[in-house]
């Protein structure tokens, strides 16, 4: 069965750092997400992603942030500058039309724990 | 602001009972999805609803567009049903965003 892949499972990082999270949608879905979890916390919506641009983003998605498909397989999220406050899972998810309409399908996750 | 609300936010239940997880949102939605989030993390959507009932095995989801109300029912509930069930609701006029509930942890005794 088709999946969604995450990696790495678990990255710690030093404050400032830039950390890349990577993932692999199913092959042929269009919509793209980022969302993440602080331990203990509800589920957020980072961004969006159709047609090789950002549809919608969160106001937590800030300067800080950015996605990018590079090469029509991959779909990362990059962290600039990494916080205390941005250690957090990070899921990645793809569906095959837009959350109204569609089934989510998400990955396992990546920890992210910024020291 | 919490634009979706989940109740009860943890349920203990013997297995085999009948098991009923609410969710109500105050904005108006094109959708709502019932995701499970497993004891080591993962997600995994159950249901995508937009209007009136649908059923998985021994899940029932229903949703109430007038009264912005949705449920969850899980039938002759088992120890694997132990999980967090996760409410999530697509706005109108948002396109891809989501709103999330805080989730309702389930355990499930033997």
């Known amino acids: 069965e088709p999946e969604v892949t995450q990696t790495p499972s678990h990255q710690v990082t030093q404050m400032g750092q830039e950390v890349i999270l990577r993932c692999v949608p199913i092959s042929n879905h269009l919509y793209f997400y980022w969302y993440r979890q602080i331990l203990g916390q509800k589920v957020e919506f980072l961004v969006s992603?159709?047609?090789?641009?950002?549809s919608e983003k969160s106001e937590i998605f800030d300067d800080q942030f950015s996605v990018e498909r590079p090469d029509g397989s991959n779909f990362t999220l990059k962290i600039r500058s990494t916080k205390l406050e941005d250690s957090a899972m990070y899921f990645c998810?793809?569906?095959?039309w837009g959350p109204g309409t569609g089934e989510l399908f998400f990955g396992e996750g990546s920890r992210l724990t910024v020291l | 602001k919490n634009e979706v609300e989940q109740s009860p936010q943890n349920l203990t239940a013997q297995e085999g009972e009948f098991i009923t997880i609410n969710c109500s949102y105050s904005v108006g939605i094109s959708a709502l999805h019932w995701l499970q989030q497993h004891p080591g993390g993962g997600i995994v959507s159950l249901f995508m609803l937009s209007s009136g009932k649908k059923k998985h095995g021994r899940l029932i989801a229903t949703i109430n567009i007038q009264e912005k109300h949705s449920s969850l029912h899980i039938t002759a509930s088992h120890p694997r049903d132990s999980a967090v069930y996760i409410c999530?609701?697509?706005?109108?006029?948002?396109?891809?965003?989501?709103?999330f509930g805080t989730g309702t942890s389930l355990t499930v005794i033997p």
């Open positions: 998810a793809s569906s095959s």
């Open positions: 992603f159709y047609n090789n641009e950002i």
């Open positions: 999530a609701v697509v706005p109108v006029g948002t396109g891809n965003q989501f709103y």
